[in-house]
C-alpha cells in the first residue's frame, strides 16, 4: 500500500470493417491515452486473419513498443490492449496482458479491469479439475471459464454470457476470438468502459474516451452494466441477458483515476472535480488568500474551490515531469526528499500568504505531511488542507489498492489528529453526499464503498492483494517491488 491510490488497469480494442488496417499502431495511440491508468506492465495483442500474435511486456507504452516491435505487430483487423497496475498478483511479463489463450476451438486473448471477488474460490475449483495457471492475475481465470463453457456453448459471445453467471465483483473486459471482438462489462458496472467509432469505420472499445480522442473517434456510448457487445463480419449486437439495472460506477474513477478530459457516463470528469470543489467549499468555508491545488487531479477541484469561494486561485505548484525512470532514491532521507523532487512550490504565490490547498485524497497522510511543510517552508502564513472526497474508511475490493484499514490513516485517528499530523490549520473532507453530488449529471448510480464500507454488490470475507501467491504458495511475502507514479516513477 503506498501514499496514493492505484487504479488497476486501462483497456482497449478495435475492429477495423478490412484487413490490412493498421490496428497495432491505433492500440498503440489508445494505450499512450490510457498509460495513468498503469504503468506497470502492457500489451497489445492483433489479428490478422484469425492469427493472434501479441507483445507485451513490463514497463511504460512508449518503452514496450519501439517502432521495430510495432511493425512485427504488423497489420490486422482486430487488436486489443493492455495497460496494467497490479492491485496484486507480481510484476512480471507473464502476469502482463493481454493473456492469449489457445483451446479446442482457435485462439482467444482477453484484457481485463477490475478485480474478481471469488477469484480465489474460482481458481480453486478450476485447479482441482485440472486447470494448471501460468499467472496469478484474475484474467486467466476468466479466460478459463469463458473456454470450458466454449466447450458446449454455440459461440464464444454464448460462452461469455455463460461465464457471466459465475463471475463476481469487477471487470471490464476486452476479448478477441478469430473472427469476434466483444466487449463486457460486469453487473455492477463498476469500471468504465464506453464505445466510439472511427471516421473509417472502425469500432473502439476503451476504459476512457481520451483513448477515442486520441484516434479522432466518435463517442457512441457506454456499455451498461452486465451488457456484452458483439463486433463482427455481420455488425454490432448488444447481449443484456445480465443487465439488472443502472450501473454503479465507482465514483473514485471521478476523484482521481480517470483523466481530466474523460467523460464517464456522460459527465465530464473535468466538470465532477470542479463541482466537488465547489462542494468542498460550501462545507468547508474558511478566510484565505489563495486556493492551490495539488497536481494533477487536485487542480480541478481547486478550481471550483475559488470560483465557489470567490478567493483567487493560484498556481502554486510545479510538476517536475521529466523525474521519471530514471530517478533513483537509495536511502530514505533521498526518499523522504523525493516529494520536493516532483513537486516544487511557487514561492511568490504562497509567501506570506494564507493558503487553501486542495489534494483528491489522503491515504496516509505522510505525503499530505510532506506537502503542507513545503508550503510552510516557502512561508505560507496558514495552510488549510480540504480535501475533495471523504476519508477512506474500508478496502476496495473492485480493482484499486485501497486493501487494508490498517494502512488508511483515517481509520487510525480523528479529523483533528489527521489534522495536527499533516501540520495543517484546518483540514476539510468532502461528505459521502457531496462526492455523490459531484457527478451528478452522470447517467449512474456510485459505489461509494471505501468511504461508508457499503458496497453495491456481496464482498469476500477476507480477500488480499497477494491471495494467489500466500494460498498457491509461489511466494511466502506479498510483492513489495516497484511501484510507479503515473510518471512511471518508481515508489
Ligand atoms: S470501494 Fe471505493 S475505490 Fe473501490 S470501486 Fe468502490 S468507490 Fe471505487
Wanted: charged letters at 25%; hydrophobic letters at 35%.
Amino acid at each position: 500500500m503506498q501514499n496514493t491510490i492505484h487504479e488497476e488497469c486501462g483497456i482497449f480494442g478495435v475492429y477495423a470493417p478490412e484487413q490490412n488496417h493498421p490496428v497495432a499502431t491505433e492500440a498503440y495511440y489508445g494505450l499512450f491515452a490510457l498509460q495513468h491508468r498503469g504503468q506497470e506492465s502492457c500489451g497489445i495483442a492483433v489479428n490478422d486473419r484469425g492469427v493472434i500474435v501479441c507483445h507485451k511486456d513490463v514497463g511504460l507504452v512508449r518503452d514496450v513498443f519501439t517502432a521495430s516491435e510495432l511493425e512485427k505487430l504488423g497489420t490486422g483487423q482486430m487488436a486489443i490492449g493492455h495497460t496494467r497496475y497490479s492491485t496484486f498478483g507480481t510484476v512480471n511479463r507473464t502476469n502482463a496482458q493481454p493473456l492469449v489463450v489457445r483451446h479446442i476451438k482457435g485462439q482467444l486473448a482477453i484484457a481485463h479491469n477490475g478485480n474478481l471477488t471469488n477469484a480465489t474460490e474460482l481458481r480453486r475449483q478450476l485447479e482441482f479439475s485440472g486447470a494448471i495457471f501460468h499467472t496469478t492475475n484474475d484474467s486467466e481465470i476468466i479466460s478459463y471459464m469463458i473456454i470450458r463453457e466454449r466447450l458446449t456453448a454455440s459461440s464464444i459471445e454464448a460462452a461469455v454470457d455463460r461465464a457471466m453467471d459465475r463471475l463476481e465483483g469487477a471487470y471490464s473486459l476486452v476479448i478477441m476470438s478469430p473472427e469476434k471482438l466483444i466487449a463486457v462489462r460486469d453487473e455492477t458496472g463498476y469500471r468504465p468502459l464506453v464505445m466510439g467509432k472511427t471516421k473509417e469505420g472502425e469500432i473502439i472499445f476503451a476504459s476512457e474516451t481520451c483513448a477515442l480522442d486520441v484516434l479522432g473517434a466518435e463517442y457512441i456510448r457506454d456499455l451498461d452494466a452486465g451488457e456484452i457487445v458483439v463486433v463482427d463480419s455481420s455488425g454490432i449486437r448488444s447481449i443484456r441477458t445480465h443487465c439488472k439495472g443502472r450501473s454503479h460506477m465507482c465514483v473514485f474513477e471521478f476523484v482521481y483515476f480517470a483523466r481530466p478530459d474523460s467523460y464517464i457516463a456522460g459527465m465530464s470528469v473535468h466538470e465532477a472535480r470542479r463541482n466537488a470543489g465547489k462542494i468542498l467549499a460550501k462545507e468547508h468555508p474558511v478566510d484565505a488568500d489563495v486556493v492551490i491545488g495539488v497536481p494533477d487531479s487536485g487542480l480541478d477541484a481547486a478550481l471550483g474551490y475559488a470560483e465557489e469561494s470567490g478567493i483567487p486561485y493560484g498556481m502554486g505548484f510545479v510538476k517536475n515531469r521529466y523525474i521519471a525512470r530514471t530517478f533513483i532514491q537509495p536511502t530514505q532521507a533521498q526518499r523522504d526528499n523525493g516529494v520536493r523532487m516532483k513537486l516544487n512550490v511557487v514561492p511568490s504565490v504562497i509567501k506570506g500568504k494564507r493558503v487553501i490547498m486542495v489534494d483528491d485524497s489522503i491515504v496516509r497522510g505522510t505525503t499530505s505531511a510532506r506537502i503542507v511543510k513545503l508550503l510552510r517552508d516557502a512561508g505560507a502564513k496558514e495552510v488549510h488542507v480540504r480535501v475533495s472526497a471523504p476519508p477512506f474508511i474500508a478496502p476496495c475490493y473492485y480493482g484499486t489498492d485501497i486493501d487494508s484499514k490498517e494502512h488508511l490513516i483515517a481509520c487510525q485517528m480523528s479529523e483533528e489528529g489527521i489534522c495536527q499530523m499533516i501540520g495543517a490549520d484546518t483540514l476539510g473532507y468532502l461528505s459521502v453526499e457531496g462526492v455523490k453530488k459531484m457527478a451528478s449529471e452522470a447517467d449512474c448510480d456510485f459505489c461509494v464503498g471505501c468511504f461508508t464500507e457499503k458496497y453495491p454488490s456481496a464482498v469476500p470475507e477476507k480477500t488480499s492483494k497477494d491471495r494467489f501467491e500466500k494460498k498457491i504458495g509461489e511466494s511466502s511475502e506479498p510483492y513489495k517491488g516497484a511501484r510507479r507514479t503515473e510518471d512511471g516513477e518508481e515508489l
